[in-house]
C-alpha cells in the first residue's frame, strides 16, 4: 500500500476509534475481493477516485459513492458508520432484529 493511502487509513482508524465505532463491520483499503462480509461499510481506492459503500446480504454492493478527495470519502465513511449505528439501535428499541449482532445496539442503550 502506497505511504498516502497508509496515511489515509490511519486517519480513519484513529477517528474510528475516536467515535468508539470499532465494533462495527468496515474495511479501510483492504482490495475490493478481500474481508468482504455482510453489511460492512468500505472506503477503496480505485484508479483516481476513493470509493464508499456498503455491502448487504451476501457482501453484495449497495449505493456506491465516488470521490476525487480522500476527505469527502472519509465524511461519507463516518457518517455511514453513524446511520448504522442509529437504524440498527432502532431497530433494537422497536423489538425488530438489527442486521447483525454488535454490543453498540444490543446493549441496554
Do not use: H
Not at 481506492?45 to 476525487?68: I, P
Amino acid at each position: 500500500m502506497e505511504s498516502k493511502l497508509q496515511e489515509y487509513k490511519e486517519i480513519l482508524e484513529n477517528d474510528v476509534e475516536l467515535l468508539g465505532y470499532e465494533a462495527l463491520r468496515y474495511s479501510i483499503f483492504e482490495g475490493t475481493e478481500n474481508n468482504r462480509q455482510e453489511y460492512q461499510i468500505r472506503v477503496e481506492k480505485s484508479n483516481d477516485k476513493f470509493e464508499v459503500y456498503m455491502t448487504a446480504d451476501r457482501a453484495s454492493v449497495e449505493g456506491k459513492y465516488e470521490f476525487e478527495s480522500f476527505f469527502d470519502a472519509m465524511s461519507k465513511f463516518l457518517y455511514l458508520m453513524q446511520l448504522t449505528v442509529l437504524s440498527n439501535r432502532r431497530s433494537v428499541q422497536k423489538g425488530e432484529k438489527p442486521e447483525y449482532p454488535c454490543s453498540l445496539w444490543d446493549k441496554n442503550i
